[in-house]
């Protein structure tokens, strides 16, 4: 049976989740506060669509190693503590989140959730013919520079997700802008994906829009969502209030701002910042996408823009541009592929990821009966949106979703 479904939220999650309902023959309403789709989180993130690399940053080890980090002027973590009991309550559920078991538990979840995206993804380029958003299966090399690091990452090698463990000269021969040198050595896996997440925010509402099932509302902040008898009736928009039938909120890491008794979501924006360099014709910018381990520095060929994205500050809610770090990352750059862009002439951004403790989405039902979670994706919510959207569409047309959902679902949270 058709639903008529209302999403708070046109990132790429809101997004996903829109296209995926429409595919399955629902009619959808998104509402969005910006007047641009997709130009918030979703707007110059990384681009990896990483689908090997899901591990939860929560892990043993990661709060010494974090105190190691603060010390430094070059860290990629930064914390700014404030008188907020919600940075201080997730910081304290990050911490309880950071043991072996809990971290490989959890990367289970993620993994079953990226494989799922990926393949979903792919349906809906196959199927659809959805491009336009420079999508390439490029490959992902992880590179270290201290050999304790790369050591320890090539103990977890596995033949499942197909990673080949490569010394300092395979890197250079299979990505030659890595020529410069600095790493011991490098894990590639072959089939991690690249695309234009802004793009393909832009492609999903252009064929939503052409699909005639789909509304858009955008330059409107919700305001306040109505309840009673256990499900919710309505979303204000200022003085407007529109009745809704199912409402799914996907507002990234401003949706615990829309409070609802009973209805906690344990999310906290970690800020980062991404460069856009352009890319001209005498530049040597790498194909394959690479991940400098050691210094968290993640660079994406997207299109003629080489993509650099870095940082995770817990400052709080303020997405300005810090000089400081963009700066920092800029250097780091440089010192690594000196001759792949035209660096003055680079985009600089800030984003705020909306995570949860565990580095888990909440996907599905919450406790009001046609409220629906779609949100808290991290440093993944590129890589997980479209696996993200098929699962949500599944559970709200009442269908056995593709995947084990044990872990991913907000009860059981
Ligand atoms: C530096 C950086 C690099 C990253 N790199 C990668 C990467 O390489 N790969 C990857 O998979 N992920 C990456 N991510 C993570 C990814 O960008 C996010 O997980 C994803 O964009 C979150 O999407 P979203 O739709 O949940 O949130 P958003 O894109 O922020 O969308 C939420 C939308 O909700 C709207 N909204 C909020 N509140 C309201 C309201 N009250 N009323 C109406 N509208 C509202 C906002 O305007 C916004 O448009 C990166 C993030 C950062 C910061």
């Given at each position: 049976?058709?639903?008529?479904?209302?999403?708070?939220?046109?990132?790429?999650?809101?997004?996903?989740?829109?296209?995926?309902?429409?595919?399955?023959?629902?009619?959808?309403?998104?509402?969005?506060?910006?007047?641009?789709?997709?130009?918030?989180?979703?707007?110059?993130?990384?681009?990896?669509?990483?689908?090997?690399?899901?591990?939860?940053?929560?892990?043993?080890?990661?709060?010494?190693?974090?105190?190691?980090?603060?010390?430094?002027?070059?860290?990629?973590?930064?914390?700014?503590?404030?008188?907020?009991?919600?940075?201080?309550?997730?910081?304290?559920?990050?911490?309880?989140?950071?043991?072996?078991?809990?971290?490989?538990?959890?990367?289970?979840?993620?993994?079953?959730?990226?494989?799922?995206?990926?393949?979903?993804?792919?349906?809906w380029r196959?199927?659809d013919c959805l491009d336009g958003f420079d999508w390439?299966?490029?490959?992902?090399?992880?590179?270290?520079?201290?050999?304790?690091?790369?050591?320890?990452?090539?103990?977890?090698?596995?033949?499942?997700?197909?990673?080949?463990?490569?010394?300092?000269?395979?890197?250079?021969?299979?990505?030659?802008?890595?020529?410069?040198?600095?790493?011991?050595?490098?894990?590639?896996?072959?089939?991690?994906?690249?695309a234009?997440?802004?793009a393909f925010?832009?492609r999903?509402?252009?064929?939503?829009?052409?699909?005639?099932?789909?509304?858009?509302?955008?330059?409107?902040?919700?305001?306040?969502?109505?309840?009673?008898?256990?499900?919710?009736?309505?979303?204000?928009?200022?003085?407007?209030?529109?009745?809704?039938?199912?409402?799914?909120?996907?507002?990234?890491?401003?949706?615990?701002?829309?409070?609802?008794?009973?209805?906690?979501?344990?999310?906290?924006?970690?800020?980062?910042?991404?460069?856009?360099?352009?890319?001209?014709?005498?530049?040597?910018?790498?194909?394959?996408?690479?991940?400098?381990?050691?210094?968290?520095?993640?660079?994406?060929?997207?299109?003629?823009?080489?993509?650099?994205?870095?940082?995770?500050?817990?400052?709080?809610?303020?997405?300005?541009?810090?000089?400081?770090?963009?700066?920092?990352?800029?250097?780091?750059?440089?010192?690594?592929?000196?001759?792949?862009?035209?660096?003055?002439?680079?985009?600089?951004?800030?984003?705020?990821?909306?995570?949860?403790?565990?580095?888990?989405?909440?996907?599905?039902?919450?406790?009001?009966?046609?409220?629906?979670?779609?949100?808290?994706?991290?440093?993944?919510?590129?890589?997980?949106?479209?696996?993200?959207?098929?699962?949500?569409?599944?559970?709200?047309?009442?269908?056995?979703?593709?995947?084990?959902?044990?872990?991913?679902?907000?009860?059981?949270?």
């Open positions: 049976m058709a639903r008529q479904v209302c999403i708070i939220g046109g990132g790429v999650i809101g997004l996903a989740s829109a296209y995926a309902l429409v595919r399955a023959g629902h009619e959808v309403t998104v509402i969005d506060a910006r007047d641009t789709l997709g130009s918030e989180t979703s707007f110059a993130n990384g681009g990896q669509l990483s689908y090997r690399y899901v591990a939860p940053l929560a892990d043993a080890g990661v709060p010494l190693q974090a105190l190691g980090w603060l010390l430094r002027g070059d860290s990629p973590l930064k914390l700014r503590p404030r008188l907020d009991p919600q940075q201080w309550r997730w910081m304290a559920a990050f911490i309880a989140a950071c043991r072996g078991s809990v971290n490989q538990r959890n990367a289970a979840h993620l993994l079953r959730l990226a494989s799922l995206s990926q393949s979903t993804l792919q349906q196959e199927d390439r299966r490029n490959g992902k090399l992880v590179t270290f520079r201290n050999a304790g690091s790369f050591e320890h990452a090539r103990s977890k090698v596995t033949d499942i997700l197909q990673q080949q463990v490569l010394s300092a000269a395979d890197c250079a021969r299979l990505e030659p802008a890595l020529a410069g040198g600095g790493f011991v050595g490098g894990i590639y896996t072959p089939n991690e994906e690249v234009d997440c802004h925010c832009q999903l509402a252009a064929r939503l829009e052409a699909s005639g099932r789909c509304r858009f509302v955008l330059g409107r902040k919700v305001t306040g969502i109505r309840h009673a008898e256990g499900g919710v009736q309505a979303i204000e928009l200022g003085d407007e209030v529109m009745p809704v039938e199912h409402l799914v909120l996907a507002a990234g890491h401003r949706s615990a701002e829309l409070r609802l008794p009973g209805l906690a979501l344990p999310l906290y924006p970690l800020k980062g910042y991404s460069l856009s360099v352009p890319i001209g014709a005498q530049h040597q910018a790498p194909s394959v996408s690479i991940t400098d381990y050691d210094r968290k520095i993640v660079y994406a060929r997207i299109g003629e823009q080489l993509r650099i994205a870095a940082m995770v500050d817990i400052v709080g809610f303020d997405a300005g541009l810090e000089p400081k770090r963009l700066a920092l990352i800029k250097r780091q750059a440089l010192e690594t592929f000196p001759t792949a862009g035209d660096y003055d002439h680079a985009l600089e951004w800030a984003g705020m990821r909306p995570a949860t403790p565990t580095g888990v989405p909440l996907i599905g039902a919450s406790q009001y009966r046609n409220l629906w979670l779609n949100l808290g994706h991290g440093a993944l919510g590129f890589t997980l949106a479209c696996g993200s959207g098929q699962l949500l569409a599944e559970l709200i047309g009442q269908r056995n979703p593709s995947i084990d959902m044990q872990g991913l679902t907000p009860c059981a949270a």
